[in-house]
């Protein structure tokens, strides 16, 4: 065989194209539950309102904004299963990866707001803390259009 492809399936896999990498994939079950248990934490107490609010209706505000079983945020947070399937493991890191870019997005957001303001030392100070916590790619260069003005048509 010369090493141009195997065509089993409709995008060809050439022997040099790396699928995964072994190393970062973690395989025991008590890491992947404990990581999709952080997860289902955060995700949890993200749409908790705090006073007046329960944890039952929290947990299904959840379930309807994320896509994962009521029942899984419960078993995570209070009787951890000896395995998860991976269609929740994987809904939950989408579900996390996607709630961290919108908080990013409102962080990066915020800091053109405080960029336009007249600068003082405090706010130099802000704006310098939250660049570095942003990293080099989140940085906007001005302030987004709001939706339905007229600089956003």
Not at 99 to 112: F, S
């Amino acid at each position: 065989m010369t090493g141009r492809g195997f065509h089993v399936r409709k995008f060809p896999l050439f022997r040099e194209q790396k699928v995964f990498d072994v190393p970062a994939i973690e395989t025991e079950p008590d890491k992947l539950i404990e990581r999709a248990a952080g997860w289902a934490e955060a995700l949890w107490n993200k749409v908790y309102l705090g006073l007046g609010d329960t944890q039952e209706a929290a947990m299904y505000r959840a379930e309807q904004r994320y896509g994962v079983p009521a029942q899984t945020f419960w078993a995570l947070r209070y009787r951890r299963p000896k395995s998860i399937a991976a269609v929740i493991h994987n809904r939950l890191m989408l579900a996390y990866e996607a709630e961290c870019g919108r908080q990013e997005a409102k962080l990066a957001h915020e800091l053109a707001i405080t960029k336009a303001l007249a600068p003082t030392p405090a706010r130099l100070a802000l704006i310098a803390e939250t660049e570095a916590l942003l990293g080099p790619g989140d940085k906007p260069e001005e302030i987004a259009p709001a939706p339905g003005s007229e600089e956003a048509r």
